[in-house]
């Protein structure tokens, strides 16, 4: 039986993340992590890429948990696919959140696996009822498993479904309705879906549900072209945060207030004072939206 909405929004409703700036958690910085201790408010992980039993990862992350908090990001789950969850796999996810007691945890609005076919993507889907109920049914299923709230990610898309029949904000303020899951805004994703299908990023912005909001994601994207020559956005996470998506985070955090805030920088991994300078200016944007709340 699906643990209620209350339940889950009464011991989880607030992230107990400070709401700073936190970096995924990358091996090429785990030196410089462990000998300098920078000032950063978090660290998140890649749920997959911590399953094995032990080695340096486990070594290097157990002295990072020890100093910071985690959030755990999920990648594997196959939230919206058609087929069942693979058990096997949230039984890995449970265990390793024993583990670590990560503060947060969150998954994505999409599907990655059919049958035993794993697809190294995350893929989009139609907005109808009957992927609603699968997507709350999986839902249900995690957050019964591993006992907690589960963030779930407005996706970056470059198709759009002939038979959906409701908006990704009506879709996604359903499931946190029928689930109690929280949701994880990507700011990155919005101005890549606004920028290939034509709407306005604000207005996205100002009809979603902030306050079931316990995270933010900042990353970069790729330029490129569709075939008919229009801009297409590729999310890619592979350089700094663009200008226009910082704007839009400012506007975000005009409505959320101060929230957890993550640089995604996954591909062609920079330095790690490259990486720190980015977390800075997100603190800075907090610190500031603070001040101006502060001010009114």
Not at 224 to 234: C, K, N
Request: glycine residues 8%; contains cysteine.
């Amino acid at each position: 039986m699906a643990t209620s909405a209350a339940m889950l929004e009464q011991s989880f409703g607030q992230s107990p993340i400070p709401p700073r700036a936190g970096v995924g958690l990358k091996p090429e910085h785990y030196r410089d992590i462990l000998d300098d201790a920078p000032d950063i408010g978090w660290f998140e992980i890649h749920a997959e890429n911590y399953m094995g039993e032990g080695g340096t990862p486990h070594a290097c992350l157990t002295a990072v948990r020890e100093r910071y908090p985690l959030s755990l990001h999920g990648v594997g789950l196959s939230i919206g696919g058609a087929s069942p969850l693979d058990t096997e796999h949230l039984a890995r996810l449970r265990v390793l959140i024993d583990r670590y007691q990560p503060a947060l945890f969150s998954e994505h609005l999409a599907w990655s696996s059919h049958d035993t076919v794993y697809l190294n993507d995350l893929l989009p889907l139609p907005y109808t009822a009957e992927t609603l109920d699968r997507v709350c049914g999986h839902i249900d299923e995690v957050q019964d498993t591993l006992q907690r709230q589960m963030l779930l990610e407005n996706p970056s898309t470059y198709v759009a479904f002939a038979e959906t029949s409701m908006s990704e904000v009506a879709f996604l303020c359903e499931i946190v309705r029928r689930t109690g899951c929280g949701l994880l805004l990507d700011v990155n994703n919005v101005f890549v879906q606004a920028t290939n299908h034509g709407f306005d990023a604000r207005t996205y912005l100002d009809s979603f549900p902030v306050e079931h909001v316990r995270e933010i994601h900042l990353g970069g994207h790729a330029e490129d072209e569709d075939d008919d020559g229009a801009s297409l956005l590729i999310d890619d996470h592979g350089r700094e945060v663009a200008d226009p998506v910082w704007g839009l985070y400012a506007h975000a955090l005009s409505r959320t207030g101060p929230v957890p805030t993550l640089i995604e920088w996954d591909n062609d991994v920079p330095s790690w004072p490259a990486l720190f300078a980015e977390a800075k200016l997100a603190d800075a944007a907090i610190v500031e939206r603070r001040s101006n709340r502060a001010a009114v």
